[in-house]
């Protein structure tokens, strides 16, 4: 069970938030001006990265707050969560893990 | 029956007091402190059951959780419970307990001629052999094979015990209470750090109960004592024995099944949890698990009296039994040669020590030598004798290297077997926690090398097989972990002098071979005992093209039994990495996956059992339908009533009187569970425009609206009216169970998206009861309740609302309809539901007012052809297919879902479109879900055309009606479709959607 | 607020099997409140109303005389008190006119159990995956998280005290779950 930090209310259990996809992708300013292609990149399309990941978060069952997350698929470690609008974390080089 | 090979005295068991059990039918006694297993030695028996493919007889080989052999069913009737090991079972007064895999008795064994044609009994046996003809398997194999083969029997009533669940949250969790665990909690405690020390035995101090050393100027048991005492005084340290840490999850979240009750009689038990999961959350884990025992891999291995040398030592020291009086020791390390000081210190004799070692030296071998028992050094056990007990061995001088020993045989006779073949760090939550494991050539075993998550090692687990490590190793992790939760650890205690002795080398010996090659004649090497998985069918595996680790595993099922192969899969390894002649570490390892020993359903489930498995959301005006004969239907976690049927009433005959009030008098609706979400902005408006189909902008204020919303790709998710309450201010309802995803959806597009919208959004669902009164006289009805209002259609126009007192309750009145008829929606604070309904009924009684159900609801509705999101719709349907075109803007520039409109799929022609159906016999209601095809004829699989979505019998029709989605539907009105059923094909005739009062006349009373 | 005589909830029903140290507390006043936190305008106006600043702290409890306000998000506060929700609603809105702003009668909304005694943690505990502890949680502090598989508000308001706010559809779900967490205490010792 994850245990992610909500930018408000600190770290909380999985149980109590709902995941939103990958992060980053902005609705179109003006999706009539999409050909079919482009506009189906939008709609479909999202990476399946192994390492880390941007994803969107919702703390449903608290503060009701969307915000980013930085986690390793691999690992599932999170490097850390920032606000909507806000510059993502830097990202560590290794894949995680420590001796 | 007495207690022949019980020690004169010593142990950790109470000899005052004696304890009653049973086991296969006979009574014994024991005494308190034992296990079912040290009370049944202490008696004599080792014989415990058969094993599982060629049903040997098999007994008790090791003292723990690393049992393979000794399962047996526990208890009687709806508390019994099967494959528990004798080993980790508490004696308690009243015991019963029988062997399980064993037909018709454990001593005559019938299955056991399987040993006889155990040659074919080869790895993947039975998917080569029952594979074919598959037909077979269901009525003839498998019901044999189970018979035979199953392990112990599930209860077949409920479990009437009480479990349930705990969460805890600390900086340190140290597992495993032997000497490391409790110096890594001492460490942890000191610094003043929450800490939470589990270990799955009755009594912490892991090895040293079952070893005498001398720790400073105190023995093991004071030693022990004193260190409970300590961590006990510390208020936010939690000890808890008997807990078993079962699973290791993702950051730190750590599962313990702690056994409250399991070791009490069961008079004692009575309205106690019996057992508690804990969910621990830690900062920080100290893993201190240990190590098991591995057995040595030679002829016959497996025949009871042939056991782990350190669990001999613990029957001896901890429990005072012992195990046989006339010992054979065989291994390959000094570690053992203990084993045979204390047996012998006991009373036992040693018949000879076969050391695999060409040179043994140290201490404890100089110790054995001083004591003059027979040293066999560079000799091996290469069979052994005996039926249901071991008699002799045979052992050989060690030809090195040579697949056959040519060498003398000697015959050694014994009652026990004490084998060693090096210790396995209990690498098992390390490895669930996603820790990379390292092999250690000197001290041949697995290692944890790189962690993943926030922890600490110490202890037997980290390679520090000695006391004086243990204690080092313990205290430094517990502070380590506790310096890394933000704590400062108090100054390292001085490092007491420690009485043990210095242990020499450990040199690798994974198979012994013997007169003939491994896997020629009747001779068995075993690997997995549980399995019966030998060394020659891990060869046969290789030989037959498997050389992954994982596949190895899979088909020849070592490691795969209910003890995850704690005794079997090093050696099994090893072995493999000698067939394929690659080192170890090369072969890899396989993963260790919870949980680490079996968990019972009860415990997994807690509390979570039939009221509580899922939240139950009730109006409230839901005891006045409970006590009004309401059925109920689950709509999301709602309970919403069903139908209302009267004495005598069939589930039909009570519909087609809710409907008739409807259409002819006036029903009454619970309609409080409707999502409502308060919507308020300057740009309110806007954002509605943007996330409904259908424009907002101009709805006046106290109007109502219909609204249709789609995700990005066009597709319905939801429906609801909104009403305008002012200017900047809307009241949206949602679908029943759509509410919660609604209003993340919103949030997400405000936060997210568009956060230069001004709009708060705020859930009012539970302020709301809504009591929806409806059918021609519903007018007539709110007249009374509410005397001051107006009514007429001008001042309370259709798709509008009104505020007033109802009842004598402030109250809210939405003039909408989804029945067809003229309704009013009367919204009034939640827990004032009850009071309105009652007003309601009591109001209505010369109306005969009839209160209906979601049943009806649906037939009214259908009848009017409306769509109910998640019926109509599946997440694939837009509302074009649902003939909604009106309610897709053409004005707005945009809107969620609107450029989706244009993409060649959602615009093509052949999509399921929604129609309505009319079967030819006019009784025939279809059922839902049904396929449809255009020929009833065509070759099978028939082109599927679309299927039913909504089908009832409608009484204001005299006829059953139909909605479904049909390919191109829209433009084949007229045309026949057919439902090919199980029993019969229905023929229907495609039609408009909407069946009654296509022309809304209805609407205004 | 309507008629408190007529004003039930579903956990009412079941409130005889309560145990001693639970209790679902009689109506008081709800009000939702959303608004910036950073514009003196409004904190000003909340403040000449309820006479109270509003908590900026993520999970605290402001408590004033009448009336406390619970931390529910960054902009969103539970206007708790006695007294009549209608009236704080009219106050709060005619001093607020013209600022964008939500103001909601939620007084039905949500019903309020009283947790408190020695085993109030325990029940917590099995409850919740959130760390009540006194270390971490103390009087003052209010969160949202989940009680069994229900949402809640918990604020701790004294020690070894807990109001716990519920949708009132949950309410006995929630109110039978914590009066059975609580069972194993409340037997004779």
Not at chain 2, 163 to 191: I, Q, S
Not at chain 2, 287 to 313: K, W, Y
Not at chain 2, 915 to 935: K, M
Request: net charge negative.
């Amino acid at each position: 069970m994850l245990n992610i930090d909500c930018p408000w209310c600190g770290k909380r259990h999985e149980t109590e938030f709902r995941y939103g996809g990958e992060a980053h992708i902005a609705r179109p300013e003006d999706p009539a001006a999409l050909d079919d292609t482009e506009w189906a990149e939008f709609l479909f399309m999202r990476k399946n990265t192994k390492g880390y990941f941007a994803e969107r978060w919702l703390h449903n069952n608290g503060c009701r707050r969307w915000f980013n997350v930085i986690r390793n698929t691999v690992t599932h470690e999170i490097v850390g969560s920032y606000k909507m609008g806000e510059t993502p974390p830097k990202l560590p080089k290794s894949a995680g893990g420590a001796k | 029956m007495t207690q022949h090979f019980r020690t004169a005295s010593g142990g950790r068991i109470d000899r005052k007091k004696a304890i009653n059990f049973t086991f296969n039918g006979q009574k014994y006694i024991g005494y308190e402190g034992d296990t079912l297993a040290s009370a049944l030695l202490a008696n004599g028996v080792h014989l415990l059951g058969r094993s599982f493919k060629y049903h040997r007889p098999r007994g008790i080989v090791a003292a723990g959780a690393e049992e393979p052999n000794s399962m047996v069913q526990l208890g009687e009737g709806a508390t019994t419970e099967p494959n528990i090991r004798a080993t980790q079972i508490s004696l308690y007064e009243g015991l019963t307990a029988r062997s399980v895999n064993v037909w018709p008795t454990v001593e005559f064994d019938i299955s056991a001629i399987n040993g006889l044609f155990a040659k074919i009994m080869t790895a993947g046996f039975y998917n080569k052999t029952f594979m074919w003809p598959r037909a077979m398997w269901m009525k003839l194999y498998e019901p044999v094979i189970r018979r035979a083969a199953g392990w112990g029997k599930a209860p077949t009533t409920g479990d009437p015990d009480i479990y349930d669940h705990m969460h805890l949250h600390v900086e340190v969790m140290v597992v495993g209470g032997g000497p490391a665990g409790l110096m890594a909690a001492l460490a942890a405690g000191r610094a003043r750090a929450r800490v939470l020390l589990v270990d799955e035995q009755g009594e912490f101090g892991g090895s040293l109960l079952s070893k005498k050393r001398q720790i400073g100027a105190k023995d093991e048991m004071a030693w022990i004592a004193d260190m409970l005492a300590e961590l006990e005084a510390m208020p936010d340290v939690t000890l808890l024995s008997r807990s078993t840490a079962f699973g290791y999850y993702d950051h730190n979240y750590l599962c313990v099944l702690e056994q409250k009750t399991d070791h009490l009689p069961a008079a004692e038990r009575k309205g106690k949890v019996r057992q508690r999961v804990w969910h621990v959350r830690a900062g920080q884990v100290v893993l201190a698990t240990g190590a098991h025992e591995r057995p040595l891999v030679f002829a016959d291995n497996d025949r009871p009296g042939i056991m782990l040398a350190s669990s001999v030592q613990t029957y001896v020291n901890r429990y005072g039994v012992l195990p046989g009086k006339k010992m054979v020791l065989f291994t390959n390390n000094d570690a053992a040669y203990e084993t045979a000081i204390d047996l012998q210190a006991a009373g036992g004799d040693i018949v000879a020590i076969v050391d695999s070692r060409a040179e043994p030296s140290g201490e404890l071998v100089e110790a054995v030598r001083a004591l003059d028992i027979e040293i066999l050094a560079g000799y091996a056990i290469t069979g052994t004798r005996g039926g249901k007990r071991v008699e002799s061995v045979q052992v050989r001088a060690i030809q090195k290297g040579a697949k056959v020993y040519t060498s003398a045989a000697r015959r050694i006779d014994c009652d026990l077997v004490a084998m060693s073949g090096g210790w396995s760090p209990v690498v098992h939550l390390f490895s669930q926690s996603q820790g990379q494991l390292e092999y250690d050539e000197e001290k041949a075993c697995f290692l944890p090398g790189t962690k993943r998550q926030a922890q600490q090692v110490a202890g037997a687990l980290a390679g520090e097989f000695t006391l004086k490590e243990c204690l080092a190793g313990g205290y430094k992790a517990g502070a380590d972990a506790a310096r890394a939760t933000g704590f400062t650890p108090k100054r390292k205690p001085a490092a007491p002098e420690i009485d043990e002795p210095a242990l020499g080398g450990i040199e690798p010996f994974w198979v012994v071979p013997g007169a003939r090659p491994i896997g020629e004649g009747m001779a068995k090497h075993f690997v997995d005992l549980q399995n019966d998985t030998t060394a020659a069918d891990i060869e046969l595996a290789v030989r037959e093209g498997f050389e992954s680790v994982e596949h190895i595993k899979r088909y020849t099922l070592t490691g795969f039994g209910t003890d995850q192969g704690k005794t079997s899969n090093i050696n099994a390894l090893a072995i493999l990495s000698g067939i394929l002649d690659k080192p170890i570490p090369k072969v890899g390892t396989t993963t260790f996956r919870p949980p680490y020993t079996p968990v019972s359903y009860g415990a997994l489930a807690g509390r979570n059992l039939g009221d509580w498995s899922d939240p139950v959301r009730v109006t409230s005006i839901h005891d006045w339908h409970v006590e009004n004969g309401a059925l109920f239907e689950n709509v999301g976690q709602w309970k919403r009533p069903w139908y209302f049927p009267k004495t005598g009433e069939t589930m039909q005959d009570a519909l087609n009187r809710e409907c008739l009030a409807v259409r002819n008098g006036v029903g009454v609706l619970d309609a409080s569970t409707l999502g409502k979400i308060d919507i308020r902005g300057p740009d309110a408006a806007e954002f509605l425009n943007r996330i409904y189909t259908n424009a907002w902008a101009k709805l006046g204020i106290r109007r109502v609206r219909y609204g249709l919303m789609c995700h990005e790709d066009g597709m319905v998710f939801d429906d609801g009216t909104t009403a305008r309450l002012a200017e900047d201010r809307f009241l949206m309802t949602t679908t029943t169970g759509g509410a919660a995803g609604v209003l993340d959806w919103l949030e997400e597009y405000l936060q997210t998206e568009w956060p230069e919208l001004r709009v708060y959004c705020t859930s009012v669902t539970e302020q709301w009861a809504a009591v929806s009164i409806t059918g021609p006289t519903a007018g007539a009805l709110l007249k009374k309740l509410a005397p001051e209002m107006d009514l007429s259609p001008e001042s309370f126009p259709f798709l509008s609302f009104k505020e007033g007192v109802v009842a004598g309750i402030d109250a809210r009145i939405f003039r909408i309809s989804f029945t067809g008829e003229l309704t009013y929606e009367i919204n009034v604070p939640w827990a004032c539901g009850l009071a309105l309904w009652e007003a309601v009924m009591a109001a209505g009684a010369e109306f005969d007012i009839t209160p209906y159900g979601t049943e009806s609801m649906h037939i009214l509705r259908a009848e009017k052809g409306f769509i109910i999101v998640g019926q109509e719709t599946d997440g694939t349907t837009t509302p074009q297919d649902l003939g909604m075109d009106w309610i897709v803007s053409k004005k707005k520039p945009d809107f969620i879902g609107k450029r989706s409109y244009n993409r060649s799929d959602t615009a093509r022609a052949d999509r399921k479109q929604l129609v309505g159906l009319l079967t030819e016999a006019p009784d025939e209601v279809l059922p839902e879900g049904a396929q449809l095809v255009f020929d009833a004829n065509a070759p099978k699989p028939m082109p599927m055309m679309g299927h039913v979505t909504s089908s009832y019998y409608s009484a204001t029709l005299g006829r059953s009606i139909a909605l479904a989605l049909v390919k191109g539907g829209h433009e084949k009105k007229g045309q026949k479709i057919f439902a090919p059923l199980l029993d019969r094909t229905v023929t229907a005739e495609i039609v408009d959607p909407v069946f009654y009062d296509k022309e809304g006349e209805r609407l205004n009373g | 607020m309507a008629d408190n005589a007529s004003w039930i909830t579903p956990a009412a029903a079941i409130a005889e099997s309560f145990p001693d140290g639970f209790s679902e507390l009689r109506p008081c006043a709800q009000v939702n409140l959303r608004g910036d936190i950073a514009d003196l305008a409004f904190t000003d106006a909340v403040k000449s109303v309820t006479g109270l600043t509003l908590p900026d702290m993520p999970n605290k409890v402001a408590t004033g005389k009448d009336f406390k306000a619970l931390w529910l998000s960054p902009d969103e506060w539970l206007l708790v008190g006695e007294g009549d929700a209608e009236a704080l609603v009219q106050s709060l809105e005619d001093a607020l006119a013209g600022q964008h702003v939500a103001v909601n009668d939620v007084s039905a909304n949500r019903t309020i159990f009283e947790l408190s005694g020695p085993h109030s943690h325990h029940a917590l505990m099995k409850s919740s995956e959130y760390d009540f502890h006194p270390r971490v949680f103390a009087p003052g502090d209010c969160v949202q998280t989940l009680i069994a598989k229900s949402q809640a508000i918990v604020e701790q308001v004294g020690e070894n005290m807990f109001h716990i706010y519920v949708r009132s559809s949950f309410s006995r779900y929630v109110g039978g779950w914590l009066a059975e967490a609580l069972a194993e205490y409340n037997e004779a010792p």
